[in-house]
């Protein structure tokens, strides 16, 4: 038996527990000193000094590959994939990604970029996390193959080639029987123990019917606590006139004090940051219908919104009694969900993330979302 099967016996044996990662919590002096005792004014202020706490796409490859000419590196690595591309706009396209004016959005491109300066598997993961909020997807089989081939040095048109001879699966909008982010990482752990493309093929196949499973998760999360803010109360018997629509969901709850501007010139990068993809009722009703994928941004943001409380999740039980600080509890919660979807864990160097954490830091007779939108209305004043 391969190595990597046996090792998913042993991690699916061990039960469905939140994985050992989710449990890296804050030093509680540190944050208590430091950070949940700041003012909304104070806690603005910090977002708007610290330079660390706004890192961008190009500066995250910079630091990632300081020895490198990585637009000369990158443009020849298109080229060589598409000698149709026209060098110079090509040139300005690379451009404007380290000058953060325009960064890429596909996830392809990271992946392309990834193999020309060949990137380790955690600096993908990392630089996937700030573009879209979503790390590596293990529960994507093409991404699992690439991932593979990047980690053992090989060619990514390699990689698109044996892509392409091996079955196709289906995305799932059905909430997967193995609801427990453990799955996430038998699939790769698995894909980690491969050593050879017949294994790597083995070990796609393998895993067929847990590919497509992680949007579903994230869709899962975001209904219920939707659904919520639509109808607030317990009871399901409410007539339909007295469920909130989705414009009066973001007046109420949504908007936190978020100013309204398509231009973002004037805003300094921290603002920026922050604002990127906040949600509007356009975008709700997209993914309500299932045309467009969950932000991580939204989810937290619902998160807040809800303080997580009804929900019915397995995670706050199996949290250590010694964890009894709110933030811990929350932060521990939080990263979990984050991680069944296949998202970034929260990250205290990225400014939103930050300001969740902050959110979170609410005292007793304070809620989450009045403390963020407290530091968002002193941000942008």
């Given at each position: 038996m391969c190595t990597w099967m046996e090792n998913e016996k042993s991690m699916t044996s061990s039960g469905s527990e939140i994985p050992p990662v989710a449990y890296r919590?804050?030093?509680?002096?540190?944050?208590?000193?430091?950070?949940?005792?700041?003012?909304?004014?104070?806690?603005?202020?910090?977002?708007?000094?610290?330079?660390?706490?706004?890192?961008?796409?190009?500066?995250?490859?910079?630091?990632?590959?300081p020895d490198v000419n990585i637009i000369a590196t990158l443009r020849a690595f298109f080229l060589e994939l598409d000698p149709t591309l026209k060098p110079r706009s090509l040139t300005k396209k690379l451009q404007n990604w380290l000058a953060d004016r325009n960064p890429p959005t596909s996830r392809e491109e990271l992946y392309k970029c990834?193999?020309?300066?060949?990137?380790?598997?955690?600096?993908?993961?990392?630089?996937?996390?700030?573009?879209?909020?979503?790390?590596?997807?293990?529960?994507?089989?093409?991404?699992?193959?690439?991932?593979?081939?990047?980690?053992?040095?090989?060619?990514?048109?390699?990689?698109?080639?044996?892509?392409?001879?091996?079955?196709?699966?289906?995305?799932?909008?059905?909430?997967?029987?193995?609801?427990?982010?453990?799955?996430?990482?038998?699939?790769?752990d698995s894909f980690q123990r491969v050593m050879s493309l017949d294994e790597l093929r083995v070990c796609y196949e393998h895993n067929l019917h847990r590919?497509?499973?992680?949007?579903?998760?994230?869709?899962?999360?975001?209904?219920?606590?939707?659904?919520?803010?639509?109808?607030?109360?317990?009871?399901?018997?409410?007539?339909?006139?007295?469920?909130?629509?989705?414009?009066?969901?973001?007046?109420?709850?949504?908007?936190?004090?978020?100013?309204?501007?398509?231009?973002?010139?004037?805003?300094?990068?921290?603002?920026?940051?922050?604002?990127?993809?906040?949600p509007n009722e356009t975008a709700i009703k997209d993914i309500r219908a299932h045309n467009a994928d969950v932000p991580r941004k939204l989810l937290m943001l619902l998160y807040v919104v809800t303080e997580n409380e009804g929900y019915d999740e397995p995670y706050a039980d199996d949290i250590p009694d010694s964890f009894d600080?709110?933030?811990?509890?929350?932060?521990?919660?939080?990263?979990?969900?984050?991680?069944?979807?296949?998202m970034a864990r929260l990250d205290v160097q990225n400014a939103f993330d930050w300001l969740v954490l902050y959110a979170l830091g609410a005292r007793e007779e304070e809620a989450m979302s009045e403390r963020m939108e407290a530091v968002i209305s002193e941000l942008y004043e």
């Open positions: 919590a804050l030093d509680d002096a540190l944050w208590q000193s430091r950070y949940a005792d700041m003012t909304p004014c104070e806690a603005a202020r910090f977002l708007r000094e610290k330079p660390h706490i706004s890192r961008s796409f190009g500066e995250t490859l910079r630091r990632m590959c990834a193999f020309a300066l060949q990137l380790r598997e955690e600096q993908l993961d990392y630089l996937l996390a700030i573009t879209d909020g979503y790390g590596i997807q293990y529960r994507d089989g093409r991404e699992v193959v690439l991932v593979w081939f990047l980690r053992v040095g090989r060619q990514y048109r390699e990689a698109c080639a044996f892509f392409e001879t091996l079955p196709p699966y289906e995305p799932t909008e059905e909430f997967p029987v193995e609801s427990d982010s453990v799955v996430t990482h038998i699939v790769q590919f497509g499973t992680q949007h579903a998760r994230a869709y899962h999360y975001f209904e219920n606590y939707l659904e919520r803010l639509i109808q607030p109360t317990s009871s399901k018997l409410l007539p339909e006139e007295r469920k909130y629509s989705i414009r009066t969901v973001m007046d109420t709850y949504l908007e936190l004090k978020m100013p309204y501007t398509r231009s973002r010139t004037k805003l300094t990068p921290v603002q920026r940051l922050i604002k990127q993809n906040w600080n709110r933030v811990h509890d929350h932060w521990l919660i939080l990263n979990a969900i984050l991680i069944d979807c296949g």
